[in-house]
T-cell receptor, first 117, second 110 residues
Framework: ETGVTQTPRHLVMGMTNKKSLKCEQH?????MYWYKQSAKKPLELMFV???????ENNSVPSRFSPECPNSSHLFLHLHTLQPEDSALYLC????????????????FGPGTRLTVL | KNEVEQSPQNLTAQEGEFITINCSYS?????LHWLQQHPGGGIVSLFM?????KKHGRLIATINIQEKHSSLHITASHPRDSAVYIC????????????WGAGTKLIIKP
């Protein structure tokens, strides 16, 4: 399988549930990203990992917990979510070249449509 | 005021028409991106450019660094071009971040 894959594609969960979103990239990239896309709003960057280390966290609530066990896999663990967390969650990867290097385009997965009841 | 502004927000046109979507930004950038998002969610990168003009099939992207403005053009538009087109910029103060526009929803009627 090629590109960036995400599972599940759709997820419905209650506010007390614990679930995880999975992202896998087969492109040999070393930077991975989680984004949230709410209706009629621009994409919001949640987390960035480079070489498996978290390098940016845009003040995301602690009910979202990322995990990057290796450069090909990225997880987003969810617990005690709120209905306003319902959104499309997108994973992306890029071939980050390090400080001072040119920025490279990001490649996106198909997203997980999350509904919190 | 958002750092990346797109216009129009919505655009409906007839098949065959020439389409222009505009993007203005207010920060220093290392690159500007045009992306396409179809219903269902997946986002595809169309162009990444830092100067001049790029062409891919019926799509053309231009950027004017001095005016901090970019345009995406679609020639001979087709209903399959219907999607949301998003402009994003790589600010020169970050190696990771993209600053996203709100997107332009394009509908091409047959």
């Amino acid at each position: 399988e090629t590109g960036v894959t995400q599972t599940p594609r759709h997820l419905v969960m209650g506010m007390t549930n614990k679930k995880s979103l999975k992202c896998e990239q087969h492109l040999g990239h070393n930077a991975m990203y989680w984004y949230k896309q709410s209706a009629k709003k621009p994409l919001e960057l949640m987390f960035v990992y480079s070489l498996e280390e978290r390098v940016e966290n845009n003040s995301v609530p602690s009910r979202f917990s990322p995990e990057c066990p290796n450069s090909s896999h990225l997880f987003l663990h969810l617990h005690t979510l709120q209905p306003e967390d319902s959104a499309l969650y997108l994973c992306a990867s890029s071939p980050y070249q390090g400080s001072g290097g040119p920025y490279n385009e990001q490649f996106f997965g198909p997203g997980t449509r999350l509904t919190v009841l | 005021k958002n750092e990346v502004e797109q216009s129009p927000q919505n655009l409906t046109a007839q098949e065959g028409e020439f389409i222009t979507i505009n993007c203005s930004y207010s920060v220093g950038i290392s690159a500007l991106h045009w992306l396409q998002q179809h219903p269902g969610g997946g986002i595809v990168s169309l162009f990444m450019l830092s100067s001049g003009k790029k062409k891919h099939g019926r799509l053309i992207a231009t950027i004017n660094i001095q005016e901090k403005h970019s345009s995406l053009h679609i020639t001979a538009s087709h209903p399959r071009d219907s999607a949301v087109y998003i402009c994003a910029v790589s600010p020169d103060y970050s190696n990771y971040q993209l600053i996203w526009g709100a997107g332009t929803k394009l509908i091409i009627k047959p």
